[in-house]
């Protein structure tokens, strides 16, 4: 139980990011909008928005790949997750939103 102490301890995108890249297997998804993933997104993530997030298994078709979801502001990403987890992927996490990422982004469709 982290209690009022891990309000201190939360971590974010600029702790997550390097995570999943050195997780092996590890895919980040990135559940905005083509568009919004177009601005801008992390160098590596795949765009599965989040109305279409049961397409997940095309890149993940294993339950326990490691996965990191990230929008915005961490709102639908955590949806995504939830909806992700009732699936029976067992390996999701949440790294939050990108508009607090400090690292550098990508800009296009890939």
């Known amino acids: 139980m982290l209690g009022f102490l891990g309000l201190f301890n939360s971590k974010g995108m600029d702790d997550y990011v390097p995570e999943a ?4 297997g590890a ?3 990135d559940v905005r909008s083509p568009s919004e993933f177009a601005q801008g997104h992390v160098p590596g993530a795949v765009n599965i928005p989040g109305p279409s997030i049961g397409d997940i298994a ?4 294993s339950k ?3 996965l990191y979801l990230h929008c915005l502001s961490g709102a639908r990403s955590g949806n995504a997750a939830r909806a992700l987890k009732g ?6 996490t949440n790294m939050g939103g990108v508009s607090r990422y400090s690292g550098k982004l990508v800009k296009g469709k890939k």
């Open 87 to 92: 699936m029976g992927y067992t390996n999701v």
């Open 58 to 61: 095309k890149v993940a078709p």
């Open 64 to 66: 326990d790949t490691p």
């Open 21 to 24: 890249q050195a997780t092996e």
């Open 27 to 29: 895919i980040i998804v």
